[in-house]
């Protein structure tokens, strides 16, 4: 049997649905850049990259309000005959906006030499505190009011900076034959990445 809020009698149940009209997802994308040549090996970039993912799927345990454990340490939940009713639609979104500048000098005189520094920021509603978990294991706060929490996502690299450098070594470099055998008509390399961590989350009590 069920009870008067609709619930089986003597347990909770978990339920979930999924909106009626539910919407595709989609990511609209944006870009512009300038290239500049000051010689015939070196080259300037600056571009502006911009990302808008609309209609970003959600799915919201909606039986809690924002706030249901502070008041008795319990989760009270709205309806008490059921466990979790967890609810699937197009809540999320996320917007990214930033850009990449780059100098690069084409092979050259023995050498090539490729450097770049990205600035952006990503923010979103709803996305998980570890990366590659899905928006389901992620906090929410209030499933009825998911703009509240809006702020930088999780998996947000506001500045990176690399570089690469690659030297041809000449084959007749050294004047002992032998020197030269050894360590002329090599390539020596280097690559680096320098970049922001990921943002810091405290929370507790969800």
Do not use: M
Not at 20 to 34: M, Q
Not at 133 to 149: E, I
């Amino acid at each position: 049997g069920v009870n008067e809020r609709g619930g089986p009698i003597g347990a909770r149940a978990a339920i979930g649905g999924t909106s009626p009209d539910l919407k595709y997802a989609y990511t609209i994308n944006r870009f512009f850049g300038i290239q500049y040549a000051f010689t015939s090996n070196w080259i300037l970039e600056a571009d502006y990259l911009g990302s808008q993912a609309v209609h970003l799927y959600t799915n919201l345990n909606r039986n809690r309000f924002a706030g249901d454990l502070s008041f008795d340490a319990n989760l009270d939940r709205l309806n008490p005959f059921f466990g979790g009713i967890s609810y699937t639609d197009n809540s999320g979104w996320a917007h990214y906006n930033g850009g990449t500048v780059s100098l690069n000098k084409r092979f050259n005189k023995g050498y090539t030499f490729t450097s770049s520094f990205t600035f952006g920021k990503t923010l979103s509603v709803q996305d998980a505190t570890g990366v590659g978990r899905d928006s389901f294991l992620s906090p929410v706060v209030n499933a009825y009011d998911l703009n509240a929490q809006r702020g930088v996502a999780a998996f947000d690299i506001p500045k990176r900076f690399t570089f690469s450098f690659v030297y041809d070594v000449p084959q007749h470099l050294f004047a002992n034959r032998i020197a030269s055998a050894i360590i002329g008509n090599w390539q020596v390399g280097t690559i680096g990445i320098f970049e922001d961590g990921y943002p810091f989350w405290v929370q507790a009590g969800l």
